[in-house]
């Protein structure tokens, strides 16, 4: 299974009135996590817009199981649990690793659209190439 680690420090502005990180921000924290994975494995967002692909999010799930605040490091595990077939599921844990507690965990789950016709279709063969020894 593919798993990729990054990490993100918590900004003022990802913060509350409470002192929490806003329950929002951490789809934007899961980005992080795929957008540095898909650049690890040579797959950059924009190298696929540029081949004629494009990922939109078709769902997503959260929860919600520890807070964390402002200026804590947080480590952000993005794993890819099988080779897509029509979509991608991309699952990510995010972790206060100082206080050794899960802060949230969740799956954003995304579809591959040719850009030309703003179609569904099956993952490009340059993206499947990129990870299918991964899962041999």
């Given at each position: 299974m593919l798993k990729h680690f990054?990490?993100?420090?918590v900004r003022y502005a990802d913060t509350d009135q409470m002192?929490?990180?806003?329950?929002g921000k951490y789809f934007e924290y899961f980005?992080?996590?795929?957008?540095?994975?898909m650049r690890d494995l040579g797959l950059p967002y924009r190298n696929l817009e540029a081949e004629g692909f494009m990922m939109p999010v078709h769902s997503a799930a959260i929860q919600y199981k520890n807070a964390a605040f402002y200026d804590e490091e947080l480590e952000i595990e993005t794993?890819?649990?099988?080779?897509p077939v029509s979509k991608i599921?991309?699952?990510h844990t995010i972790r206060n690793l100082e206080?050794?507690?899960?802060?949230?965990?969740?799956h954003i789950d995304l579809l591959?659209?040719?850009?030309?016709?703003?179609?569904?279709?099956?993952?490009?063969?340059?993206?499947?190439?990129?990870?299918?020894?991964?899962?041999e």
């Open positions: 990054s990490k993100v420090r002192g929490f990180v806003y329950n980005e992080v996590g795929r957008t540095e994975m794993r890819v649990p099988e080779l599921r991309i699952e206080r050794g507690v899960v802060i949230v965990e969740g591959f659209i040719k850009l030309e016709t703003k179609r569904a279709c099956r993952p490009p063969g340059f993206f499947i190439d990129k990870l299918k020894h991964l899962y």
